[in-house]
């Protein structure tokens, strides 16, 4: 079983900053993906960024490409996303997720969401 504990949100202005974290504590899977989603309200839950396991392998959603840096630290099981340039549609509560890696999209574990709040 493995618990994602998620932080790092915040009110930011437009044009700001924040940087997300996502601990996995438990026993994970050797090989996996890590997945941000956001969800803002009256909206379906989207993908925002995805990280391999070794780090080595990331991919984003095209809203956020050239603003948000997904990485992680490979001494531990923690995800961090970096998110530059922020916008208002940027406003959403944010999710950690993990997944065995080749199991395609299917998700096995979510964080409980931190929210984002970015003012005009």
């Known amino acids: 079983q493995v618990q994602l504990v998620e932080s790092g949100g915040g009110l930011v202005q437009a044009g700001g900053s924040l940087r997300l974290s996502c601990a996995a504590v438990?026993?994970?899977?050797?090989?996996?993906?890590m997945r941000w989603f956001r969800q803002a309200p009256g909206k379906e839950r989207e993908f925002v960024a995805g990280?391999?396991?070794?780090?080595?392998?990331?991919f984003y959603a095209d809203s956020v490409k050239g603003r948000f840096t997904i990485r992680k630290d490979n001494a531990k099981i923690t995800v961090y996303l970096q998110m530059n340039g922020l916008k208002p549609e940027d406003t959403a509560v944010y999710y950690c997720?993990?997944?065995?890696?080749?199991?395609?999209?299917?998700?096995?574990?979510w964080g409980q969401g931190t929210q984002v709040t970015v003012s005009s």
């Open positions: 997720a993990m997944g065995r890696d080749g199991a395609g999209s299917q998700i096995d574990y």
């Open positions: 438990g026993r994970s899977f050797s090989t996996y993906i």
């Open positions: 990280i391999n396991w070794s780090g080595l392998r990331t």
